[in-house]
T-cell receptor
Framework: GAVVSQHPSRVICKSGTSVKIECRSL??????MFWYRQFPKQSLMLMAT?????????EQGVEKDKFLINHASLTLSTLTVTSAHPEDSSFYIC????????????FGPGTRLLVL | RKEVEQDPGPFNVPEGATVAFNCTYS??????FFWYRQDCRKEPKLLMS???SGNEDGRFTAQLNRASQYISLLIRDSKLSDSATYLC?????????????FGKGTHLIIQP
């Protein structure tokens, strides 16, 4: 099946720093990628939709200036958490939509962020 | 607001038993439906899509009732490896163009 990778898998940083998370589709081209966040014992919540070559679409309540998304190629989207604070600590998961066939979304393994 | 509701459980079930999960969704315009499985501290993995006519994949059977906005998953002959959180997932469009809306999940524990 299709493979999506994320890097890093986990990161610990100090409050106020910025953290970049990469999401790559390894064996297919993804014109659309999605970024989700999951807090403990909560459901995955869609943060934004990342479209290759255009601006990301953010869900209500998600600050676009805090969560910067860049989708510069058909296989790579990045999420940068700027000036991270402890409340940003969460499990960030990307998914990539395979444009072929049933256009299934494939999830990356997630990035666990801990802000101290 | 798009919502997907599930019984969080946990469901404690002996190995070999049959277990059923239910899910309701609020947006009647939803087009596609899925069950995902999520293991502890891992990403969700697609278990199966759910079709109006109902569909089966081995020990797993999924049903969709559009009129009641209700989705179900049945697991027969449960295995220890079935222990996980099962996520009911809805998409507004059939092509996956939108992000997915996840339920909080139902936690299943299969006991030996």
């Amino acid at each position: 099946g299709a493979v999506v990778s994320q890097h890093p898998s986990r990161v610990i940083c100090k409050s106020g720093t910025s953290v970049k998370i990469e999401c790559r589709s390894l064996d297919f081209q993804a014109t659309t990628m999605f970024w989700y966040r999951q807090f403990p014992k909560q459901s995955l919540m869609l943060m934004a939709t990342s479209n290759e070559g255009s601006k990301a679409t953010y869900e209500q309540g998600v600050e676009k200036d805090k969560f910067l998304i860049n989708h510069a190629s058909l296989t790579l989207s990045t999420l940068t958490v700027t000036s991270a604070h402890p409340e940003d600590s969460s499990f960030y998961i990307c998914s990539a939509r395979d444009g072929r066939g049933h256009q299934t979304q494939y999830f990356g393994p997630g990035t666990r962020l801990l802000v101290l | 607001r798009k919502e997907v509701e599930q019984d969080p459980g946990p469901f404690n079930v002996p190995e070999g038993a049959t277990v059923a999960f239910n899910c309701t969704y609020s947006n009647s315009a939803s087009q596609s439906f899925f069950w995902y499985r999520q293991d502890c501290r891992k990403e969700p993995k697609l278990l199966m899509s759910v079709y109006s006519s109902g569909n089966e994949d081995g020990r797993f059977t999924a049903q969709l009732n559009r009129a009641s906005q209700y989705i179900s998953l049945l697991i027969r002959d449960s295995k220890l490896s079935d222990s996980a959180t099962y996520l009911c997932v809805v998409n507004e469009t059939g092509g996956g163009a939108d992000g997915l809306t996840f339920g909080k999940g139902t936690h299943l524990i299969i006991q030996p």
